[in-house]
């Protein structure tokens, strides 16, 4: 069973930074497009930023300059570098691997962005 596990979130100070990681348990995982999302309370889940096979990433305008996306695939991991924090950016970020026709969710990690 392919298990997606989500760390390195937790409460951070404005213009802070955080670095998330995902470690994704499924043979070929360098074939997988990866992906950051998000979801705050009363809103709908976003895309953050996705990487595919050839590292190319794609990002949100409301992350663009501040968050990069990379991965390891020696490690089986996707990072989401996470720099100049706002409150808004608080919310449960999940990662998300996809290769047709599978794709696969983790459980989310939180993010609060407070002083």
């Known amino acids: 069973q392919v298990q997606v596990v989500e760390s390195g979130g937790g409460l951070v100070q404005p213009g802070g930074s955080l670095r998330l990681s995902c470690t994704v348990s499924?043979?070929?995982?360098?074939?997988?497009?990866m992906g950051w999302y998000r979801q705050a309370p009363g809103k709908e889940r976003e895309m953050v930023a996705t990487?595919?096979?050839?590292?190319?990433?794609v990002y949100a305008d409301s992350v663009k300059g501040r968050f990069t996306i990379s991965r390891d695939n020696a490690k089986n991991t996707v990072y989401l570098q996470m720099n100049s924090l706002k409150p808004e950016d608080t919310a449960v970020y999940y990662c998300?691997?996809?290769?047709?026709?599978?794709?696969?969710w983790g459980q989310g990690t939180q993010v609060t962005v407070s002083s």
């Open positions: 990487i595919t096979t050839g590292d190319y990433g």
């Open positions: 499924v043979f070929g995982f360098a074939t997988y497009a």
């Open positions: 998300h691997a996809e290769r047709n026709p599978f794709n696969f």
